[in-house]
């Protein structure tokens, strides 16, 4: 089956479309969320919108570009209410998009997995998210290492996690280049520590 087609749950008769994992097949890095939104079922791509503007800060910190990571989210179709407002994926839909998580992480086989948020380290991982737990890496099988951050969302309505945020993007860094994965120098509003929380 192809994952643009999935109908394997109840996600895809409220769906605009799969907002399929994309990305160069050589990518060292994978980058994984939770679920697509409003503005993601709409153009079919990841972190648009509020979040995709962190997510672009984030990114830029990494010395990442979008265009050299794979992105894709544990679950692959908008979980909503009546098509209307967003709401959390549920365990069933999480656990039955599984298969595609799997699938991108046979045939890309990154080096890196970066996490944002709960549902994207324990589906990544099958262990139990643990705050404190952030950036330290998880084996998995292909020989690939998870590291766990907050989902960017979280820093829209939790300001105050900014500084937390960008120590963990450091920390990252230096395991990203552990790994001899190529990082350009951190740009963007979070290289400046006197931005008001986030330069925003
Ligand atoms: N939040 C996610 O987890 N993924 C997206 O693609 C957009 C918002």
């Known amino acids: 089956m192809d994952e643009s087609e999935c109908r394997a749950c109840r996600l895809h008769a409220t769906r605009t479309q799969v907002v399929v994992g994309r990305g160069p097949r050589a990518a060292q890095v994978m980058i994984i969320g939770e679920a697509p939104g409003r503005d993601e079922d709409r153009t079919g791509l990841g ?4 979040a995709g ?3 672009e800060d984030i990114l830029a910190f990494l010395g990442l570009r979008r265009d050299e990571i794979w992105l894709a989210n544990a679950v692959r179709c908008r979980p909503s209410i009546d098509g209307k407002r967003n709401r959390a994926p549920r365990p069933d839909e999480i656990a039955t ?3 595609w998580l799997e699938r991108d992480l046979g045939e890309v086989q ?4 970066v996490t944002l948020g709960r549902v994207a380290f324990e589906s990544v991982t099958g262990r139990p998210w643990d705050t404190h737990q952030r950036v330290e890496p998880v084996p998995i099988s292909h020989a690939a290492q998870v590291f766990g951050l907050y989902h ?3 820093l829209i309505y939790r300001r105050n996690l900014q500084s937390a945020y960008r120590d ?19 740009t963007g509003p979070w290289t400046n520590a006197d931005a008001p929380e986030g330069g925003r």
């Open 53 to 55: 503007r962190v997510f």
């Open 47 to 50: 972190f648009q919108g509020a």
């Open 152 to 154: 960017p969302a979280y």
């Open 168 to 186: 963990d993007m450091r920390r990252l860094r230096e395991r990203l280049v552990a790994l001899n994965i190529p990082l350009a120098p951190p």
């Open 110 to 113: 990154p080096k890196a997995v």
């Open 97 to 99: 998009c599984r298969q």
